[in-house]
């Protein structure tokens, strides 16, 4: 799928002031590296909708296999580079500003495929010609924040509203196979959102997750009483595994038994 160059109006970027050299640099300085990446967040979202807000830093996403790559790219380059977090982020910093090298969602459940460049969506940010993320995986990336202190359920809604007829909603499915209820919440949002909107979302979407929704109230209650409210927020959810015995998305609960025949 070739998409044209999209023209963003740099106000609707919003940069510290202080940091706008950086990332113009960064990003040019990644193009030149050539090594994929697209530029997500703010960003993307501002590209895909027209949304104007602040931006604190720049989202870049890339492939795992690739984030060290970026990493070392800077460092060789004299900037800061760390990896907070081994499952799916790293840093580049320089002078107090900084920018994410994201190669996984922050549950750690969505990483980014080669399947995340297989759309091309570019725009012009800061002088240079970038890939954008996509809108399908632009939702991807949001669907599992839902914390106390940050929700993108907005960003998702928008973006189906604004660019529905770009996104593959087969692929979207096939993405959330195993957490498909988390999808349909967010379908649903939007209905509620926009109900002059609702032709937005193929028909045949729902049809599907409510059929999964009324075959599975038919079969038996799981045996393991799992939480799965981790991935959408680490701190909140924490009482239901450590006080309530409800099993992690991973392993099992602190007071549930391994034992099969237990």
């Given at each position: 799928?070739?998409?044209?160059?999209?023209?963003?109006?740099?106000?609707?970027?919003?940069?510290?002031?202080?940091a706008k050299?950086f990332y113009?640099?960064?990003?040019?300085?990644?193009?030149?590296?050539?090594?994929?990446?697209?530029?997500?967040?703010?960003?993307?979202?501002g590209?895909?909708t027209?949304?104007?807000?602040p931006?604190?830093d720049?989202?870049?996403?890339?492939?795992?296999?690739?984030a060290p790559?970026?990493?070392?790219?800077?460092?060789h380059?004299d900037h800061?580079?760390?990896?907070?977090?081994?499952?799916?982020?790293?840093?580049?910093?320089?002078?107090?500003?900084f920018?994410?090298?994201?190669?996984?969602?922050?549950?750690?459940?969505?990483?980014?495929?080669?399947?995340?460049?297989?759309?091309?969506?570019?725009?012009?940010?800061?002088?240079?010609?970038?890939?954008?993320?996509?809108?399908?995986?632009?939702?991807?990336?949001?669907?599992?924040?839902?914390?106390?202190?940050r929700?993108?359920?907005?960003?998702?809604?928008?973006?189906?509203?604004?660019?529905?007829?770009?996104?593959?909603w087969?692929?979207?499915l096939?993405?959330m196979?195993?957490?498909?209820?988390l999808l349909l919440?967010h379908?649903?949002?939007?209905?509620?959102?926009?109900?002059?909107e609702?032709?937005?979302?193929?028909l045949?979407?729902?049809e599907e997750?409510?059929g999964?929704?009324?075959?599975?109230?038919?079969?038996?209650?799981?045996?393991?009483?799992?939480?799965?409210?981790?991935?959408?927020?680490p701190r909140?959810?924490l009482?239901d595994?450590?006080?309530?015995?409800?099993?992690?998305?991973?392993g099992?609960?602190?007071?549930e038994?391994?034992d099969?025949?237990?």
């Amino acid at each position: 799928m070739k998409v044209p160059m999209m023209t963003c109006d740099p106000a609707t970027f919003d940069p510290p002031p202080e940091a706008k050299q950086f990332y113009a640099d960064s990003l040019a300085e990644l193009v030149a590296s050539g090594i994929p990446f697209m530029l997500s967040g703010t960003y993307a979202l501002g590209c895909h909708t027209g949304i104007v807000r602040p931006t604190k830093d720049l989202d870049v996403f890339c492939k795992a296999g690739d984030a060290p790559r970026i990493l070392a790219h800077f460092r060789h380059l004299d900037h800061e580079v760390e990896f907070e977090d081994e499952r799916w982020i790293g840093k580049v910093w320089k002078d107090g500003n900084f920018f994410d090298v994201i190669y996984n969602i922050s549950s750690a459940s969505l990483p980014v495929t080669e399947e995340w460049f297989r759309d091309a969506f570019h725009a012009e940010v800061y002088g240079t010609r970038v890939r954008i993320t996509p809108p399908t995986e632009f939702i991807l990336s949001k669907l599992f924040i839902q914390d106390r202190y940050r929700y993108d359920g907005a960003d998702v809604a928008h973006m189906i509203l604004k660019q529905h007829e770009a996104i593959d909603w087969q692929r979207l499915l096939d993405a959330m196979e195993l957490h498909w209820e988390l999808l349909l919440i967010h379908l649903l949002n939007f209905r509620f959102i926009y109900p002059t909107e609702r032709h937005c979302i193929p028909l045949w979407l729902f049809e599907e997750l409510l059929g999964r929704l009324e075959t599975r109230a038919e079969l038996p209650v799981p045996k393991v009483r799992v939480c799965r409210g981790r991935l959408l927020s680490p701190r909140d959810y924490l009482v239901d595994i450590t006080e309530w015995g409800f099993a992690d998305v991973v392993g099992k609960g602190l007071e549930e038994s391994h034992d099969r025949n237990k």
